[in-house]
DNA sequence: GCGGAAGTACTCGGATACCCACTGTCCGAGTAGGGAGGG
DNA sequence: CCCTCCCTACTCGGACAGTGGGTATCCGAGTACTTCCGC
């Protein structure tokens, strides 16, 4: 078990769309450029927030992609599930279906006992990525990152829009 | 991200074997037949439980595997973890490093806040499974499920033995 | 000088190869039980 | 009849192939800007 590196390209690139100036875009090749990631690949794992109706992208000259919600209103569980999908990390085969001792007769209503445990640790797991939102780690950053380098991003944006 | 199904299977062999006799060993073939999954595949992720010390192995003629620790004394997380291993859901490769902006002096002492996000997570999905023993899902199969299923299934063992 | 249309360059989106890990299988090392032989 | 030794059959453990999803890449469809031409 273990999440794609699209999770994290596509997390760091969201909080970077979110200093973007509203009504202005950044491109795939940007940036791949300003994570140091390959740009073909970045490109199909922002195709999936752009499905998920999570940022808007536009073509040609000086286009890409920008937040389509505030900050405020995208959770991290919503850019996890936009890559990696909503299935459930636990697929349950009922196995317990194959046990000799089961008659024609014998019916099981509730699901798996087992199953139910590997689900709700799931929904735990989900249910910490619904409460953290991006203006969240956002606030983090503007308070733990040295002030020089958040105004050298900004910058660096601003020169790539 | 995707859990692989020998968790599942390992799940349910280790109720299986808190129905056990003491002193008692059921084979892996045994196993493998009760769950209608392929034995060589299986004994596989039992090698990983017997790594764990979470049950122990003996050789030859009615030998096999049984619980080493009380159903009370072994949680879900042991199993996941035995088959699974303990790496982190999440791999931060510290993208953040890679920003064009940052120079040669400047210093990131904290851990990436959206890694740590990500991890706490993990720890909320790990904090779960950690929470739940073998033994509440037993209890909570003893009242479900049909009595006669029960006992058929405990002399389906017996006579494995 | 101004408006419009064509061309161009840049963007996203889907279709296409490559590779590692999960899945599945096999065989060898080692041991516990059973049987035969001797006392 | 009982004890000991040997043999057999069965077990686990690690080493060996096959396949699907993640990783990486490429090319085509579409659009906004720019430039050029005509009025």
């Not at 509203?22 to 140091?36: C, I, N, R, V």
């Not at 752009?50 to 992208?57: D, F, M, R, T």
């Not at 797991?125 to 991006?134: D, P």
């Amino acid at each position: 078990m273990h999440l794609k590196n699209q999770v994290e390209w596509t997390l760091h690139c969201c909080v970077l769309l979110a200093f973007l100036p509203p009504d202005k875009y950044l491109s795939t090749k940007d940036l791949a450029e300003f994570h140091g990631v390959p740009k073909e690949y970045l490109s199909k794992a922002l195709q999936g927030l752009s499905q998920a109706s999570l940022v808007l992208a536009t073509l040609g000259p000086q286009g890409g992609y920008r937040l389509a919600k505030l900050p405020e209103d995208i959770s991290f569980l919503d850019i996890v599930e936009a890559v990696e999908g909503k299935m459930s990390t636990f697929n349950c085969s009922d196995i317990r279906l194959n046990n000799p001792c089961l008659t024609r007769r014998t019916k099981l209503t509730k699901p798996c006992g087992i199953a139910r445990v590997m689900w709700e640790a799931d929904e735990a797991w989900r249910s910490h990525l619904r409460s953290v939102y991006l203006s969240d780690v956002i606030s983090g950053m503007q308070v733990e990152l040295p002030a020089d380098l958040l105004e050298k991003s900004a910058t660096w944006i601003n020169n790539h829009t």
